[in-house]
């Protein structure tokens, strides 16, 4: 069951002032219940529910829009080479995947304000919380514990992608505070703290599993894993010793899918990525919740289908994140991850997503996320509303993560990260691996998390942290600055290791600096 966060958090808003301000006093001695502040709302435990409700509201600005034809979550992949657009239509995308965005660019703009709205939120309950009493101990840490994983779920993204962030930790009460007008400050910090927030998730006393789409124990420990990997390679360079870190953190996720296979675990089928019912569960760790009933559907459907063509009767796809030719053909033959309507592609489907014949498309679309109740499938009509959700850690994830650091940390595979490799490729229909040198099982992990987690908002912090980049043509990795993207044959060069700072905040905040080469 989803829930349908947005909704909640208003319902408990009103019926918090309802039951603060009720009473015997006299209408002029009463405090008007609709000015609420800060100070006066955090003061009953449902204040707190309607808080963390709000903050995982907001982490849905990722799909919401980004000019005509595109919204915030492409900018992660744009970038990547392995995506290309149908359109023209949206300039700031399109500098995204031309790799000549600046500063003005909507989408870097937009989420990098994003991220830090989720921060604020997070903020003031983790400022407001603890004050609440009564409230029941286990309650109180539960949802401190959650909104420290999702202010360090945004801190993550915000300090790879840019570098030296300001570090906001407390909410800032105008422009007479202090913090007003943040510095940036060294990434280690901003690395820091994002550690100890997800400690803190960690220990919170979450479920292991949550099927309502909250945080849950095993999502804080698969990010806390990704954390300790992305700590190990660049730009931080701490090595074996954060390797180890991460391979331990996410065997123990491993370990617990080992004991609790109906709980978390691999998905049999593909089939099963794309289907909403599975939402939150098995696989999908974390997830951005989506909820079409409740007002928030999926934006990004019409993103996946070809330009104005005929595919669904309702929805009219936009065409602008489609994958490379170069790309989709570097599959191995057999890979069942790139065959027609049964792994992350299709290119063919029904006429009006629901008739034969099948309408040959001429070239290849995302197939991974697409939603077929929303589009229709065989003799079943599309209804243009998505439930799913956006996926933020799968087990593929995991899985991958811990076979990369545990042969970073022992230097060379062992039989468990071997055995990790072969769960994917398995499902892929794919020969198993055997015994491989450090390099060439390295290689391996690397080449099968661009083609396991391609379109995911993940290959682009591979390369960022790797310093390299698959290459289409020989299958093996190029070094990052100099590698051709094939989407448009243009180079990255070492300015795009970060995005720029937003000219907005340049010119309102006088202590921001600007990043190298923009």
């Not at 979450?206 to 660049?234: F, I, N």
């Not at 051709?484 to 180079?491: C, I, L, R, T």
Request: charged fraction near 20%; aromatic fraction near 10%; include cysteine.
């Amino acid at each position: 069951m989803k829930i349908n966060i947005k909704s909640v958090a208003v319902l408990l808003l009103l019926g918090g002032a309802i039951t603060s301000n009720s009473g015997c006093k006299k209408f002029l001695d009463e405090t008007d219940p609709s000015n609420l502040s800060p100070t006066s709302f955090y003061t009953l435990p449902e204040h707190a529910e309607a808080g963390i409700a709000a903050v995982y509201s907001e982490i849905r600005f990722i799909g919401n829009g980004a000019g005509i034809f595109s919204n915030n979550w492409q900018m992660l992949d744009a970038p990547t080479g392995i995506q290309s657009t149908e359109t023209a239509q949206n300039s700031d995308l399109n500098n995204l995947y031309s790799l000549i965005y600046d500063g003005s660019n909507l989408h870097v703009n937009q989420n990098w304000n994003g991220w830090y709205k989720v921060i604020a939120q997070a903020n003031l309950v983790l400022d407001k919380v603890p004050g609440i009493n009564p409230m029941d101990a286990a309650q109180k840490k539960r949802i401190l514990g959650e909104a420290s994983f999702l202010r360090a779920w945004s801190y993550f993204y915000l300090v790879r992608l840019w570098g030296d962030v300001p570090l906001i930790l407390k909410p800032i009460n105008g422009p007479s505070d202090p913090a007003f007008s943040p510095p940036r400050v060294a990434q280690e910090m901003v690395y820091n703290q994002i550690v100890e927030d997800l400690k803190t998730a960690e220990a919170a006393g979450l479920p292991a599993m949550d099927a309502s789409g909250r945080v849950s124990t095993m999502a804080a420990k698969s990010e806390l894993a990704k954390v300790y990997l992305t700590m190990a390679g660049q730009p931080l360079n701490k090595g074996a010793a954060y390797y180890k870190l991460a391979a331990d953190k996410a065997k123990e996720v491993i370990d617990y899918s080992t004991a609790n296979p109906g709980s978390l675990n691999l998905f049999p089928s593909y089939d099963d990525l794309h289907n909403a019912a599975n939402g939150n569960k098995l696989e999908n760790i974390f997830q951005i919740q989506y909820n079409d009933a409740a007002g928030a559907g999926n934006p990004l459907q019409s993103m996946y289908l070809p330009l104005h063509q005929p595919l669904v009767s309702k929805i009219d796809g936009i065409g602008t994140s489609i994958p490379t030719a170069a790309f989709y053909g570097s599959y191995a033959l057999g890979d069942l991850r790139a065959k027609n309507r049964e792994g992350f592609f299709f290119t063919d489907y029904y006429t009006d997503g629901y008739k034969l014949p099948l309408v040959n498309r001429g070239k290849p679309y995302v197939f991974k996320y697409f939603d077929l109740v929303a589009n229709g499938k065989l003799g079943v009509q599309g209804t243009s509303r998505s439930d799913l959700n956006i996926p933020q850690i799968r087990y593929a994830d995991v899985l991958l993560m811990y076979a990369e650091a545990e042969n970073r940390a022992d230097g060379g595979p062992n039989a468990s990260a071997i055995a990790a490799v072969n769960a994917i490729r398995s499902r892929a229909q794919l020969a198993p691996i055997g015994a491989l040198s450090q390099t060439a099982f390295e290689t391996e992990v690397w080449r099968q998390r661009w083609y396991e987690l391609c379109y995911e908002g993940i290959t682009w912090f591979d390369m960022i942290r790797l310093r390299k980049v698959f290459n289409e043509t020989t299958k093996g990795f190029d070094d990052f600055v100099g590698h051709v993207n094939k989407s448009v044959n243009q180079p990255l060069q070492s300015k795009n290791l970060l995005f720029p700072i937003p000219t907005p905040e340049i010119k309102n905040n006088p202590n921001l600096t600007q990043n190298p080469g923009y």
